[in-house]
Nanobody, 117 residues
Framework: QVQLVESGGGLVQAGGSLRLSCAAS????????MNWYRQAPGKQREFVAA???????KYADSVKGRFTISRDNAKKTVYLQMNSLNPEDTAVYYC???????????WGQGTQVTVSS
């Protein structure tokens, strides 16, 4: 089973930047699709960004042009570079790995991002 550990969250002022990291265990990282989701207080978890094993990316409209997802297969790590943050980006950010060979999804424990106005 893949284990995912997110890091890089914290408190930042509006307009600032943060880079989240998600380190994965297991040997199948390079073939997994990797995703970032977020959950704000009182709201449902929502999709933020995704990157396929081939490097194709997809973003939620709310973060397009501000966030960038990338991956380093040698380090088994996926990143989320977040720029021009605003208070609406405040949430717990979760990393998710989908293995198409086993059709399984694993989640990390989340990292808190708080954007002050």
């Amino acid at each position: 089973q893949v284990q995912l550990v997110e890091s890089g969250g914290g408190l930042v002022q509006a307009g600032g930047s943060l880079r989240l990291s998600c380190a994965a265990s297991g040997s199948r990282f390079s073939s997994n699709a990797m995703n970032w989701y977020r959950q704000a207080p009182g709201k449902q978890r929502e999709f933020v960004a995704a990157i396929t094993s081939g490097g194709i990316t997809k973003y939620a409209d709310s973060v397009k042009g501000r966030f960038t997802i990338s991956r380093d297969n040698a380090k088994k790590t996926v990143y989320l570079q977040m720029n021009s943050l605003n208070p609406e980006d405040t949430a717990v950010y979760y990393c998710n790995a989908f293995d198409p060979a086993t059709i399984t999804t694993n989640w990390g424990q989340g990292t808190q991002v708080t954007v002050s106005s």
